[in-house]
C-alpha cells in the first residue's frame, strides 16, 4: 500500500495514531530514498511532540527490523544474552562483563560502538589493545561464539539499516530524545541480532541521556516491553550516572581498569555492576544460581578474556599505551568533595582526545581523566583529584573548563547522599 508522505506528517503533527500500514510505508518508503530527509525529519519532530502508542511502537520497531537482515543464534550449542547500555562516562562494564558471562557456558554476542560525544565506545576502548580487531565476518563472529563463549565486536552493516540513516538524521534535527525513537532505535538492532535474553542498563543523571529518573523509567518500560513481546527475555536496570563509573574516563585507562576488576580488584562501583548485570543474564539465560563474584576472584573471568582478546587478534599482554603529558587538577580547599559530575568529567576526557568530534576522527588510545578522589572523600588542599592525560597538551585548558563546576568541595563535615548505584529493576 502507499500513502501520501505529507498524509502522514500530518496525522501525527494533529496527534492522531498512525495505522500499521502507514508505518510499514513511511519507514521503507524512506530507507529506499522514498520519503525525503526533511519529510522524515518533520515526521520524527511530530513523534517527537505528541508521542506514540505502545502498539505503534512496536509497530515502528518491527518495520526496522525489517528494512535489514535478521541474525540467529539457534544453531549455537549455548543459550546467548546480551547487554546494552544507554551510555555514561566511565561506563566500561562490557568489557569484563562479557567474558564473566561467558564463563558460566553463556554466549555473549555484544554487538558495540564507538563513541561520538562525551560518553565513551566499546570498540575505541578496545582498540588501545595492541593487535585488537573490531571488524568479524558473521562467520568468524559464529565460530568465536562457540568457542570462547564471548565476542566483542562491531556491528554489521545489514542490522536495521533504516535505523542508521534515522538516527543520523534524528542526530541534527534535534530529535534524539524522542523516548519511542530511542526505544525503537535500540531495540530494533537487539532484536534483529537475535539474542535469547537481553539485559538493558538504563543510565540516568547527568552524564547520561536521560536527566532525570521518570524519563528514564519511561524508557526502560517501554524496551522492555517491545523485548518481551519480540520474545525476548529482557529486564533493565536504572543505574546511576551523575558520578562516572569507577575512576577512569578514556579507552586505555579503562582497558586497565577493566583488567583490574577481572583480576578480583578494582573499583567497587564497577565490580558491584558488573556483578549485578552478569546475574540479570545468567538468569534470563536460565542459569539464575551461578556465583558470579567467585569467577572475578579464581581467574576464570580473567582467562576467558584473555581468550576473547586474542581470538580477536590482540595480545592481553601487551603494555597499554599512555599519553605523552599529564597535568593533575588539585583540591582548592580542605573539605568534602561534594561533586564530581559526570557530564563535566566525560567532555573533560573528550576534549583530552579521548573521544571524536566527528565520526571519521581518531581518538587517542592514552587520552582521559584519572579519578583520585569521590564524592564523600575528604580532602585537603592541593591534594590531586583528577589527572588529565593526552598526547596534545594545547587541550588541557579546554579540559580544565569543562571541569568548571564539576568538581566542589565543601566544608569539613559535609555529608553526602550518594544515590545507589542500582536505582530500580524493570521487568
Ligand atoms: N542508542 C541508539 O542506538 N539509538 C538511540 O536512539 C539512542 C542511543
Not at 530529535?175 to 531495540?187: K, N, R, W, Y
Not at 587520552?367 to 588529565?388: M, N
Request: proline content about 4%.
Amino acid at each position: 500500500m502507499s500513502f501520501d508522505a505529507v498524509e502522514v506528517i500530518v496525522a501525527k503533527r494533529d496527534g492522531h495514531r498512525l495505522s500499521d500500514a502507514q508505518i510499514d510505508w513511511v519507514i521503507d518508503a524512506y530507507t529506499h530514498g522514498g520519503v525525503a530527509e526533511e519529510q522524515m525529519s518533520a515526521l520524527t519532530m511530530a513523534i517527537l511532540l505528541n508521542g506514540m502508542d505502545r502498539a505503534e511502537i512496536a509497530r515502528w520497531t518491527a518495520a526496522m527490523i525489517a528494512s535489514g537482515e535478521r541474525m540467529s543464534f539457534s544453531h549455537l550449542s549455548r543459550p546467548t544474552a546480551d547487554k546494552h547500555s544507554t551510555g555514561g562516562v566511565g561506563d566500561k562494564i562490557t568489557l569484563p562483563l562479557a567474558p564473566l558471562v561467558a564463563v558460566f557456558g553463556v554466549a555473549v554476542p555484544q554487538l558495540s560502538g564507538r563513541g561520538l560525544g562525551h560518553t565513551g565506545g566499546t570498540l575505541d576502548k578496545l582498540e588501545s589493545i595492541p593487535g585488537w580487531r573490531a571488524a568479524l565476518s558473521n562467520d568468524e563472529m559464529m565460530a568465536q561464539l562457540e568457542d570462547v563463549g564471548a565476542v566483542i565486536c562491531q556491528a554489521g552493516s545489514g542490522l536495521a539499516p533504516a535505523d542508521r540513516k534515522l538516527y543520523a538524521l534524528r542526530d541534527v534535527t534535534g530529535t534524539v530524545e524522542a523516548i519511542p525513537l530511542i526505544a525503537s532505535s535500540i531495540m530494533s538492532k537487539k532484536i534483529a541480532e537475535g539474542t535469547g535474553a537481553l539485559v538493558l542498563d538504563v543510565k540516568v543523571g547527568s552524564g547520561a541521556f536521560m536527566k532525570d529518573l521518570a524519563r528514564a523509567t519511561e524508557l526502560a518500560r517501554t524496551m522492555v516491553e517491545l523485548g518481551t513481546d519480540a520474545g525476548v527475555n529482557t529486564v533493565a536496570l536504572l543505574t546511576d550516572m551523575d558520578v562516572p563509573l569507577g575512576l577512569t574516563a578514556g579507552n586505555a585507562l579503562e582497558v586497565r581498569e577493566s583488567v583490574e576488576v577481572l583480576a578480583g580488584g578494582g573499583p567497587a562501583d564497577v565490580v558491584e555492576l558488573t556483578v549485578a548485570l552478569a546475574r540479570e543474564m545468567l538468569a534470563g539465560a536460565g542459569r539464575p544460581d551461578e556465583d558470579v563474584a567467585a569467577a572475578l576472584s579464581d581467574g576464570r573471568a580473567m582467562d576467558a578474556w584473555n581468550r576473547m582478546i586474542a581470538a580477536q587478534g590482540g595480545d592481553p599482554s601487551a603494555e597499554l599505551p599512555v599519553a605523552k603529558e599529564t597535568e593533575q587538577v588539585l583540591a582548592e580547599a580542605d573539605g568534602v568533595l561534594t561533586t564530581l559530575d559526570a557530564y563535566a568529567v566525560g567532555i573533560a576526557a573528550w576534549r583530552l582526545g579521548a573521544g571524536r568530534a566527528r565520526k571519521e576522527d581518531p581518538v587517542q588510545a592514552g587520552a582521559g581523566v584519572e579519578i583520585h578522589a569521590r564524592p564523600g572523600d575528604v580532602v585537603r588542599a592541593g591534594q590531586p583529584l583528577l589527572t588529565l592525560h593526552t598526547d596534545t597538551p594545547e587541550r588541557f585548558g579546554r579540559a580544565r573548563e569543562a571541569l568548571a563546576g564539576g568538581l566542589v568541595v565543601g566544608p569539613a563535615g559535609t555529608v553526602v547522599a550518594n544515590r545507589p548505584l542500582v536505582i530500580d529493576r524493570i521487568g
